[in-house]
T-cell receptor
Framework: EPEVTQTPSHQVTQMGQEVILRCVPI?????FYWYRQILGQKVEFLVS????????KSEIFDDQFSVERPDGSNFTLKIRSTKLEDSAMYFC????????????FGQGTRLTVV | RKEVEQDPGPFNVPEGATVAFNCTYS??????FFWYRQDCRKEPKLLMS???SGNEDGRFTAQLNRASQYISLLIRDSKLSDSATYLC??????????FGRGTSLIVHP
């Protein structure tokens, strides 16, 4: 069964450093997303990406964040100048159609900022 | 502000029981509705979409009430493996999907 894969599964970084979280969406999907879930809290939408550009973003997705599809398979989330409060599980997801349709999630990257 | 509210948990039920969760949403323009399941420290997995006419998938039944702005999930004949957190997700078509905080279900022998 096709699946969304994310690497690394766990990333520890020092405050102020930059991190790049990587995702390989399902191959025939056209829409890609990043979500985050702070421990014990709800899943929060960050950004959606289609046709090589951001289609929607939430108020959480400020200038500290950026996304990129550097090649035909990878989809990355870059977080600059990390803060303690960026510690969370970051989920990548993809769907055949856009927001409002079924999305399939990767297993997540647990980011710990120390 | 768009809000999606779910029943507080945890729901603690014996195997074989029937359990129902509700989820209310504040945005009357919402167009898409889903139930996801999330196991502890795992990713959300789609359980089922929720259609206007209601839909059923085996032991799971989802209903949508647009007038009262809520959706429900009914689980019949609960299994131990149904223990998880159930997330309600509401979206406005192409706009940002909003997740509820989730309802925890514990099915015990």
């Amino acid at each position: 069964e096709p699946e969304v894969t994310q690497t690394p599964s766990h990333q520890v970084t020092q405050m102020g450093q930059e991190v790049i979280l990587r995702c390989v969406p399902i191959s025939n999907h056209l829409y890609f997303y990043w979500y985050r879930q702070i421990l014990g809290q709800k899943v929060e939408f960050l950004v959606s990406f289609y046709n090589n550009e951001i289609s929607e973003k939430s108020e959480i997705f400020d200038d500290q964040f950026s996304v990129e599809r550097p090649d035909g398979s990878n989809f990355t989330l870059k977080i600059r100048s990390t803060k303690l409060e960026d510690s969370a599980m970051y989920f990548c997801a993809s769907s055949e159609l856009g927001l409002g349709t079924e999305a399939f999630f990767g297993q997540g990257t647990r980011l710990t900022v120390v | 502000r768009k809000e999606v509210e779910q029943d507080p948990g945890p729901f603690n039920v014996p195997e074989g029981a029937t359990v129902a969760f509700n989820c209310t949403y504040s945005n009357s323009a919402s167009q898409s509705f889903f139930w996801y399941r999330q196991d502890c420290r795992k990713e959300p997995k789609l359980l089922m979409s929720v259609y206007s006419s209601g839909n059923e998938d085996g032991r799971f039944t989802a209903q949508l009430n647009r007038a009262s702005q809520y959706i429900s999930l009914l689980i019949r004949d609960s299994k131990l493996s149904d223990s998880a957190t159930y997330l309600c997700v509401v979206g406005e078509g192409s706009y940002i999907p909003t997740f509820g905080r989730g309802t925890s279900l514990i099915v015990h022998p």
